[in-house]
């Protein structure tokens, strides 16, 4: 076990632990500069990140699903 922060997508250990997150290489931000969470560059430069600024305006993100056991 260790603190290392890993991949929100595929969990892939990113070696080493930083904090505050936002500091962190893999930290991710979207277009108006929120932090969206710990994504790799594989996950970051595919479409497995969410949060991809020139997806910003698709409608699968605006109907992003809240809880399904709800
Ligand atoms: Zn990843």
Excluded: F
Aim: aromatic share 20%.
């Amino acid at each position: 076990m260790n603190d290392n922060q890993r991949c929100s997508s595929c969990n892939e250990d990113s070696g080493y632990d930083i904090r505050p997150l936002n500091y962190h290489a893999w930290a991710r931000s979207d277009a108006y500069g929120v932090y969206t969470g710990v994504y790799c560059d594989d996950c970051y430069e595919s479409d497995k990140y969410p949060y991809r600024k020139d997806y910003y305006y698709d409608e699968s993100y605006a109907g992003e699903r809240m809880d399904d056991d709800y």
